[in-house]
């Protein structure tokens, strides 16, 4: 089975938390960071809406010398990359940096400041600067956190769409398990730009209010921003040097529907599978899962994929017994950075042995008959949790972590 792996920091920011104590404070409460997108110009739109972070302060949280001409999306993953390695107490001077990696997932990386720079240019406002066109890459957070911090261990990053961040962490989790590294930053950053927007509105998925997961009324998703990332390593490192498990990860899947580049396999195959390789491949008994975090995207297809597929799953007596929730009905689909937040938000339900709620959802669809956490956040003991990333593509992944030290018995 390899070295057991502890998630031992967390740093976040995104649309109700810019930082983890905020974000955990919100998470639980149903708080929704949802409403009208004003980075760029929406008109035109039918949807203007959008979990965007208001802080006008942003390049103010790091030194200038760090956010000079870097995107918005790097400058989130930055500014979340220092609170994840403050969280678990990283000393880098007491580090290995050859045994230490750096796995980000990528989406549209820098595209709003590419943006920007096509704006100028055609407006020949002369302020053509080529390292603006370099921030645009979504390997560049990778290759910023790795220089920031001295890591020369390995750095990838992985673009599989809305999973992207959720391989980050399996593949981070790998290199731990197998004895390659001690210890790995993974995780991912998007900020909200034209390109996706505009992307999302032509195929007529998005919400003209916010979303609401599982919802009969529901209408579609919203998207949103952010950056989330986790802290892994060998657990008999972290006890070494002091540190605090906040949950264990034993274990993840990944697969692909080969079905369509935008829309999941109608039966949900693809995602059966990935529940139970991920539950295989961790060797945790299904009976353990005592939450899971949804895709909950709020369009009517993966919703009800989704349920019928959990539903296949854990059975009957699982839907009775496992609680679902969807965090996207607070901080939106964040893409690329989804995985990694949901990740985020999932340790923190077992952490403080409490459940996020999926808000707006008010009459649940009949087809999506799974154990809903609704409007609030409520206690519960959790043994262990699954959180699912379902893209495009038919690029599924499962991750599943546990409360440290628990027991393999159900």
Known sequence: MGRPVAVTGLGIFCAIGKD??????????????????????????????????????????LPSRQTKRISRCDLLGLI???????????????????????????GAGGMLSWEKFRREIWQDQHRRYASRVLASAPCTLTDLIAS??????????????????????????????????????????????????AGFHSLKVMSPEPCRPFDRNRKGLSLGE?????????????????????AEITGYALNSDAYHMTSPDPEGMGMVRVMTAALKQSGTDPGLIDYINAHGTATKIN???????????????????????????MVGHCLGASGAIEAIATILAIDQQMLPPTVHLNEIDPECR??????????KTIRAALSNSFAFGGNNTSLIFRSAGISDQV
Request: hydrophobic share 40%; with cysteine.
């Open 80 to 106: 979340a990359a220092r609170e994840a390695l403050q969280n678990a107490r990283i000393d880098m001077q007491k580090m290995d940096p050859s045994r230490m990696g750096v796995i980000m997932g990528g």
């Open 303 to 329: 919703d009800k994929m989704e349920s019928q597929a959990i539903e296949r799953v854990f059975g009957d007596e699982g839907l009775g017994r496992i609680r679902v929730s969807a965090t996207k009905s």
């Open 370 to 379: 799974l154990n809903h956490v609704t409007q609030t956040g409520i206690q």
């Open 226 to 246: 952010g950056a989330g990332i986790v802290v892994l390593e060998a657990s008999e490192n972290a006890v070494k040097r002091g540190a605090s498990a906040l």
């Open 20 to 61: 983890l104590p905020q974000f955990r404070t919100n998470l639980f409460k149903g708080t929704c960071g949802i409403a009208e997108v004003d980075l760029f110009d929406l008109a035109g739109y039918s949807c203007r809406l959008g979990a965007q972070i208001r802080d006008s302060g942003l390049r103010e949280r």
């Open 148 to 197: 920031h911090y001295g890591v020369t261990g390995p750095r990838s990053t992985i673009t599989t769409a809305c999973s992207s961040s959720a391989n980050a962490i399996g593949y981070g989790f790998d290199l731990i398990r197998s004895g390659r590294l001690d210890c790995v930053i993974a995780g991912g950053s998007e900020a909200l730009c034209e390109l996706t927007f």
